[in-house]
């Protein structure tokens, strides 16, 4: 078994998403690289080649693989996959967007999202917005594969792994980045954080998200949102858990002014405690909440925030 | 600014009733590739590519994840395989003279990019408000030209190197108690839950 993980970046640095993605690696078993595809990459492949378990990191750095734009990667990976049983990346964005194109480039099927590793041919994943398991075996040669990172423990930091340069003649003639708007926040990433308290329609609007910012700045949680409250523009989609947004599992998930609709359950329902504050004690967000406070958020936030 | 649009789906005979919607919403003709077999997703990008060597699209639009098997691949598959440049989860589309600007709903905000026509793209949630079909283009949808094909028609094994060995339910999450008050909350957080 040999497998190639492909890194996840932000901002010039490792996505904590890579750590759970090698974790899921170790299950199936064998080597495991590492690859770093960007510009000006140092810092992640230094990042990646320190997690328990890689035995080495390939770094294509170059202007193509910039932003991570998905014909370019694919290609590249393309090119890779020969040395290899897996590919693997998190289930995030750019993972969606680039494995699936490698997978057809190689005539095999993709396997998304997966919960568990059963053998190495073999894996659990979601269905019906999680409200099903799957287990799919795999014969193609190649499988490519990405992780739902909150199913697997991050790997420890403590590896050595060698880092070795790649070229390979990559060119993009078809897309071209032309700009990102990306949040800008101090408080920890919405799919690692160990406290997430989020917002549905009840909030009302995007002003009164400021009632949930106090509370998460004492608790140093990061902030969702419903999709109901991302499509109604309180706040960006980059804030949404559920079924098509973000998936999270927290240790403790704080629900304010959602009402529970399965898309939304589907984005953390792994979460360890869950708290729910509605004021209608019918709301079906109510049926998997450790703890279910039933009464006006307009009052009972500031309540919290003062007694935190 | 589309001089034609074309549904097309892949599906059971059962599917034609999504083509009739939407030719209700305003498309052109449609295109049913007829098939009862479990379908994944490498298969139904080999349909639609076979579609698309014969139409010749522009641009090739699809939802970005199918509400069953959550799979989010035939959109970013049928690029691969056409050879087309991708702008997957789309919140914002921009047609311009052999280009296409698509703005993606990405992990940390909003991403941009232009790709050369044509181009496939994946929509996500904020792309356009969905217009209702009113009762005349409904009447009127019916005698619109609805096409059959099989995938031996089109050339196309629909076999996948994927076997679905079976199915289970989650593990059902209990719902817990109610709390009378904000202090009551704080409280069995810190000391039952432990998560303060």
Known sequence: MSILILAEQHDGELAAGTAHVVAAARAIGGDIDVLVAGEGVDAVAQAAAGLDGVSRVRVAD???????????????????????????????????????????????????????????????????????????????????????????????????????????????????FVGEELAQSDRPELGSAKIVISGGRGMGSGDNFKLLEGIADKLGAAIGASRAAVDAGFVPNDMQVGQTGKIVAPELYIAVGISGA?????????????????????????????????????????ALEQKL | MASEIVAVTVGPKAAQEQLRTALALGADRAIHVETEARVESLAVAKLLKAVVDEEQPDLVILGKQAIDTDNNQTGQMLAALTGMPQGTF????????????????????LQTVALTLPAVVTTDLRL???????LPDIMKAKKKPLESKTPEALGVS????????GVETPAERKGGVKVGSVDELVEKLKTEAKVL
């Open chain 1, 62 to 176: 170059d202007a193509v693989y910039a932003h991570q734009l998905a014909e370019p990667l694919a290609e590249l990976l393309v090119a890779l996959a020969d040395d290899y049983t897996h590919v693997l990346a998190a289930s995030s964005t750019t993972g969606k967007n680039v494995l699936p194109r490698l997978a057809a480039l190689r005539d095999v099927a993709q396997i998304s999202d997966i919960l568990e590793v059963v053998s190495d041919d073999t894996f659990k994943r979601p269905i019906y917005a999680g409200n099903a398991i799957a287990t799919v075996r795999s014969s193609d040669p190649l499988k490519v594969i990405t992780v739902r990172t909150t199913a697997f423990d991050a790997v420890a930091d403590g590896g050595s792994a060698a880092i070795e340069p790649i070229s390979a003649e990559v060119s993009n003639t078809s897309s071209r």
């Open chain 2, 128 to 134: 356009n408000e969905p217009r209702y079909a009113k």
């Open chain 2, 158 to 165: 629909v076999e996948s190197g994927l076997e679905l060995l």
């Open chain 1, 262 to 302: 399965i898309q939304h359950l589907a984005g953390m329902k792994d979460s360890k405690v869950i708290v729910a504050i509605n004021k209608d004690e019918d709301a079906p967000i109510f049926q998997v909440a450790d703890y279910g406070l039933v009464g006006d958020l307009f009052e009972l936030l500031p």
């Open chain 2, 90 to 109: 789309a919140s914002k589309v921009d047609v311009k003279e052999g280009s296409v600007d698509v703005t993606r709903e990405i992990d940390g905000g």
